[in-house]
């Protein structure tokens, strides 16, 4: 699994990306979404033994070509110690996930049993039961979901890629912090120039 942006700075369009032998399955995220995706695989990880390796950068790059399969609303992650794989569960974009205020990636605790496939584009490991990390969701058929088992290696990399991948963006202004563009309106100058220093 990897993360990864198509496009310029300040018009990226950013993907999560998963392959399980030929399946390649690609979606799309919100920038917030990979920072909180790195986030919450960083709590997830900060109780776990360290990996030895992590994939390399050329390694973690995206498949071309990208064609997101849907957008991601919903995403929770938790760790199963039976198979030592850090467990991603991304459902699809609804209208309920567009009204609230900003993404929804939740991290839960340790759970039983491996990954299931199940209804719309996903990706997995075959077995086990899931019941844990859904109990708060319940199944909605109209609703796609993508079930991703990680490695400690490739969730650390992921980590990683993904800090990469966020600083690569537009600097932000030192006035407000919004990322700097032609166009930027600084709040804290009230449209006018900036102060000169």
Same mark, same amino acid.
């Given at each position: 699994?990897?993360?990864? %942006?198509?496009?310029p700075?300040?018009k990226? +369009?950013?993907? +999560?990306q &998963?392959?399980?032998? $030929? =399946?390649?399955?690609?979606?799309?995220?919100?920038k917030?979404? +990979?920072?909180?995706?790195?986030?919450?695989?960083?709590?997830?990880?900060? /109780?776990l033994?360290?990996?030895? /390796?992590? *994939?390399t950068?050329?390694?973690?790059?995206? !498949?071309? *070509?990208?064609?997101a399969?849907? %957008?991601?609303g919903?995403? =929770?992650?938790?760790? $199963?110690?039976?198979s030592?794989?850090?467990?991603?569960?991304?459902? !699809?974009?609804?209208s /309920? $996930?567009?009204?609230a205020?900003?993404p929804?990636? @939740?991290?839960?605790?340790?759970?039983?049993?491996?990954?299931e496939?199940?209804?719309?584009s996903?990706?997995?490991?075959?077995?086990g039961?899931?019941? %844990?990390i859904?109990?708060?969701?319940?199944?909605?058929? /109209?609703?796609?979901? &993508? #079930?991703? &088992?990680?490695t #400690?290696?490739?969730? %650390?990399?992921?980590?990683?890629?993904?800090? #990469?991948?966020?600083?690569?963006?537009? *600097? *932000?202004?030192?006035?407000c912090?919004?990322?700097l563009?032609?166009?930027?309106?600084?709040?804290?100058?009230?449209?006018?120039?900036?102060? @000169?220093l």
């Amino acid at each position: 699994m990897t993360v990864g %942006a198509v496009g310029p700075p300040g018009k990226r +369009v950013f993907y +999560v990306q &998963a392959r399980q032998e $030929d =399946q390649l399955v690609s979606l799309k995220l919100e920038k917030e979404q +990979v920072l909180f995706l790195a986030g919450g695989l960083t709590e997830v990880m900060a /109780d776990l033994a360290a990996p030895s /390796d992590v *994939p390399t950068e050329s390694e973690l790059e995206l !498949e071309q *070509p990208v064609l997101a399969e849907w %957008a991601v609303g919903s995403m =929770q992650l938790a760790y $199963d110690s039976a198979s030592d794989r850090v467990l991603l569960v991304a459902r !699809e974009v609804t209208s /309920d $996930d567009e009204d609230a205020e900003g993404p929804d990636v @939740a991290a839960t605790d340790e759970v039983e049993g491996g990954v299931e496939t199940e209804g719309g584009s996903s990706l997995s490991e075959p077995g086990g039961a899931w019941s %844990a990390i859904e109990a708060d969701e319940p199944d909605r058929s /109209d609703v796609a979901v &993508a #079930r991703v &088992a990680l490695t #400690r290696q490739q969730a %650390a990399g992921v980590i990683e890629h993904g800090k #990469r991948l966020l600083r690569g963006g537009r *600097p *932000p202004c030192p006035q407000c912090g919004f990322p700097l563009s032609e166009d930027h309106s600084c709040p804290k100058t009230n449209g006018h120039r900036a102060p @000169a220093l």
